[in-house]
């Protein structure tokens, strides 16, 4: 009685020994090289893409109204070019984020949130734009279609950015989701902005900045559920 007891099934035994083989041939098995492109690569490419999208874009707008607008408000040309570096900076913060064993320095990130915070304050200047609040038909013109235009065009780049993230293997992948959705949005909103005639203050927060952080926000929250390794 007590050896069929401690005897152990047959069918325990071949499992076992069907275990044993699957483990060992997948051993042996030489591993599969890391067919991944180089965070500067990925970063390059994706930057090379959105130039050609942008000039296509800003070429489909014509350069009449553009002249006009600028020629009206100077300064804008300032502000894009502070939209532009901080698109550069937050999306190479977003792909060396993503490969790990790389990251940016302290000093960099000192200087993507100073890009950050000149953008966000610029409009608040009266030199620059018209008055924050004043004649609030100004202010409310065109900001549904504005931001709309912003958040789908932002969320096309985004799901290429996204995809080519989610193929890494980010540390944290919030703080990378963050960054890529804010690169991507500001994209739209360069976009956007190229060919909109309303420089008013406040239009140009609440319909064209605004929208850009708060989808930074849901991207921060989608990449901890996509690009988490």
Same mark, same amino acid.
């Given at each position: 009685?007590k ?9 325990a ?6 275990? !044993? ?13 890391? !067919? ?6 990925? +970063?390059?490419? &994706?930057?090379?893409?959105?130039? =050609? ?10 350069? !009449? ?39 940016t320095?302290?000093?960099?990130? #000192?200087?993507?949130?100073?890009? #950050? ?21 100004e ?18 780049? &985004?799901? %290429? ?10 540390? !944290? ?9 804010l690169?991507?949005?500001? =994209? %739209?909103a ?8 309303? +420089? ?12 850009v ?12 559920? +996509?690009?988490?390794?």
């Amino acid at each position: 009685m007590k050896k069929n007891q401690n005897k152990i099934p047959k069918s325990a035994l071949n499992a076992e020994k069907l275990h !044993r083989q699957v483990v060992g041939r997948l051993l042996a098995q030489p591993l599969a090289p890391n !067919r991944r492109l180089a965070a500067p690569l990925q +970063w390059g490419l &994706w930057i090379l893409i959105i130039l =050609v999208a942008v000039g296509m874009m800003a070429l489909s707008m014509g350069t !009449r109204s553009l002249k006009q607008g600028y020629s009206t408000h100077p300064s804008g040309l300032i502000f894009l070019l502070l939209a532009l570096a901080l698109t550069v900076m937050t999306s190479w913060e977003a792909f060396a984020s993503s490969i790990p064993g790389r990251r940016t320095s302290s000093g960099y990130k #000192l200087t993507a949130c100073l890009t #950050l915070g000149a953008l966000a304050l610029f409009p608040f200047f009266p030199p620059h734009f018209g008055g924050l609040w004043q004649q609030s038909e100004e202010v409310m013109a065109g900001s549904l279609k504005c931001a709309v235009s912003i958040f789908t065009l932002g969320l096309m780049v &985004w799901a %290429g950015m996204a995809w080519m993230l989610s193929r890494n293997a980010a540390v !944290r992948p919030g703080w990378t989701g963050a960054c890529s959705g804010l690169a991507a949005f500001m =994209v %739209g909103a360069i976009i956007i902005q190229w060919g909109c005639p309303n +420089w008013h203050s406040g239009h140009l927060w609440v319909s064209h900045l605004l929208p850009v952080a708060v989808a930074a926000g849901l991207t921060a929250y989608l990449g901890k559920r +996509w690009f988490f390794q």
